[in-house]
C-alpha cells in the first residue's frame, strides 16, 4: 500500500496545484473562511508553494502508508520515553548526565532524507544531530554516551528507509 | 461523561505542565547550552502533546480540534528544525561542551 508524495506526481504544474490546495485548505483551517480575507489566504497559499518548490522540489519518492503508519507509532512512543528520560534527569538531584558526542554513519545519501532524518532523530530520546564531520558522518550529541545510540539510530533509520521507496 | 472528559482534560493539562515545568529544571540545571537543548525540546513537546491531548475534547468543533493539532505539529517540526541549528551552531563555535 502506498501513497504519492506527490512524487512522479507527473507534470511540475499538476504538483503545484496540489501543493497550493493543501496550503489553503491549511490557511482556511487556521484563519477561517471570511470572504473578505480570502485574497490574503490565496497570497499566502501562492508565496507557500513558491517557497515549498524552491526548498523541496518534487521528487521520485513516494510514501508507504503502512510503514508510515508503524514509523509514526514508534516515533510518538519514543518521543514519549524521551519526555520522560529528560524529565526524569533533569528532577534527579544527582543530575545523572553522560553527556558526550556520538558519530553514526547515516546511510541515507539524499539531502532532504537526511534533513527529516535528523529533525526526528532530534525528537527521539537523548539525540541531537549537530551536523556531519569532514567524512559525512553525523555527529550525534547524547546525553548518555553509554547507551547503544548507534543501534537505536540504526533501527530508527530502517524503520524511516522503508517509509520511502524510490521510483 | 462531561466529568469524566473534564477530569481527563485536568489530567492532562496538570500531566503537561508537570513536563513543561521539569524541561525548565533541565534549563536551569543542565550544564551547558547542547544539553539544555535536550531538555527544551523532548520535555517541552511532550509537555505541549498532553496540553493538546487534553484540551481537544474541550475543543468546540471538528475545527477547533484540527487547529490544536495543527499548534501541536508546528511547534514540533519548529522544535526539531531549530534545535539542529542551534546545535550546529554552537558545535562550530566550540561552546557546545
Known amino acids: 500500500m502506498s501513497t504519492s508524495s506527490d512524487s512522479r506526481a507527473g507534470p511540475p504544474v ?28 490565496l497570497l499566502a497559499a501562492a508565496a507557500a508553494t513558491w517557497a515549498s518548490l524552491r526548498l523541496l522540489p518534487p521528487t521520485a519518492t513516494r510514501l508507504r502508508l503502512s510503514s508510515l503508519i508503524m514509523f509514526s507509532l514508534h516515533f510518538f512512543r519514543q518521543s514519549v520515553i524521551s519526555g520522560i528520560e529528560v524529565a526524569r534527569i533533569a528532577c534527579d538531584p544527582r543530575l545523572p548526565l553522560r553527556a558526550g558526542f556520538v558519530v553514526y554513519r547515516c546511510r541515507l545519501r539524499s539531502a532532504g532524507e537526511r534533513g527529516v532524518f535528523c529533525a526526528l532523530s532530534s525528537l527521539l530520546p537523548g539525540t541531537l ?24 539510530l540504526t533501527e530508527e533509520e530502517t524503520l524511516f528507509t522503508r517509509v520511502l521507496r524510490h521510483d | ?43 517541552d513537546n511532550l509537555g505541549l502533546g498532553l496540553i493538546v491531548l487534553g484540551l481537544l475534547p474541550q475543543a468546540d468543533s ?35 561542551t
Not at chain 2, 496538570?14 to 527544551?40: I, K, N, Q, Y
Open chain 1, 129 to 152: 544531530p549537530t551536523g556531519t564531520n569532514e567524512d559525512g558522518d553525523l555527529l550525534i550529541h547524547c546525553l548518555d554516551v553509554t547507551r547503544p545510540v548507534v543501534a537505536s
Open chain 2, 62 to 96: 471538528l475545527l477547533g480540534g484540527l487547529k490544536l493539532v495543527a499548534v501541536w505539529l508546528l511547534v514540533q517540526l519548529a522544535s526539531a528544525t531549530v534545535a539542529q541549528l542551534i546545535a550546529q551552531a554552537l558545535r562550530h563555535r566550540g561552546r557546545g
Open chain 1, 14 to 41: 499538476r504538483v503545484a496545484v496540489g501543493r497550493a490546495a493543501l496550503f489553503l485548505a491549511f490557511w482556511l483551517m487556521s484563519a477561517g473562511y471570511q470572504p473578505a480575507d480570502l485574497p490574503v489566504g
Open chain 2, 1 to 43: 461523561m462531561n466529568t469524566a472528559i473534564d477530569i481527563f482534560t485536568v489530567v492532562a493539562i496538570c500531566a503537561g505542565a508537570a513536563f513543561f515545568m521539569a524541561g525548565s529544571v533541565g534549563l536551569l540545571r543542565f550544564p551547558d547550552s547542547l544539553t539544555r537543548l535536550h531538555a527544551l525540546t523532548k520535555a
